[in-house]
């Protein structure tokens, strides 16, 4: 089980790292469209499209790496406080009742989504360069499938919680100033250092 949660979280360690680039995409296009429109008075037919598009991709692509790193939005205050077990127990609960349902439709309704965007070679009405939409439509199940997966790992991740009484560790690739600085003032108390 804890080979099944590494690989899958290396996965969207993957996947996340790779529509990260997506970002680099999103901030030259935008200068660029920036400097023609306004200086050479030239705007392109390409621009709001593609912005729309590598956001659109970045959104999907990046759920699932998210909640491989436990990084969705939580309300904390008292689970934070909780055991482990208590927490494994809640995450469980809720990941069954919401996470998994809500993936699957996402995967089944994305696929059919998908699916007739393909057939139809499907074009954005809004373009006046006529942008093809259906591989943006096809990240849709893709993204539904990488959530149902990273879903087991972390429904997993509970099982292994309850029966062990701790969490199992996460791949660690980037970390939050304040929690950096958190860390940082837990090792200064152990050393028995003056906190500011």
């Excluded at 804890?2 to 995409?25: Q, Y």
């Excluded at 491989?68 to 904390?76: A, C, E, I, L, P």
């Excluded at 087991?152 to 690739?173: F, K, N, S, V, Y």
């Amino acid at each position: 089980m804890e080979r099944f949660v590494r690989t899958v979280d290396k996965l969207n360690l993957w996947v996340g790292h790779s529509f990260a680039w997506t970002i680099l995409i999103l901030t030259f296009g935008g200068a660029y469209e920036v400097f023609v429109r306004y200086l050479l008075r030239a705007p392109t037919t390409w621009a709001f499209d593609m912005s729309y598009m590598m956001y659109g991709a970045l959104f999907l692509m990046a759920g699932a790496y998210t909640l491989s790193r436990n990084g969705h939005v939580r309300g904390d205050v008292i689970y934070r406080l909780w055991p482990p077990r208590v927490q494994a127990t809640v995450d469980l609960v809720l990941y069954l009742l919401f996470l998994v349902p809500g993936c699957a439709a996402l995967l089944y309704s994305g696929w059919n989504f998908a699916a007739r965007s393909w057939r139809q070679w499907e074009v954005s009405i809004y373009s006046p360069a006529g942008m093809p939409v259906y591989p943006m439509k096809t990240l849709i199940p893709i993204a539904g499938f990488l959530l149902v997966l990273q879903g087991t790992a972390e429904i997993c991740r509970c099982l292994l919680c309850l029966r062990d009484g701790r969490w199992p560790p996460r791949l660690h690739d980037v970390e939050e100033l304040e929690t950096a600085i958190l860390h940082e003032k837990e090792a200064m108390r152990a050393r028995g250092e003056t906190v500011r």
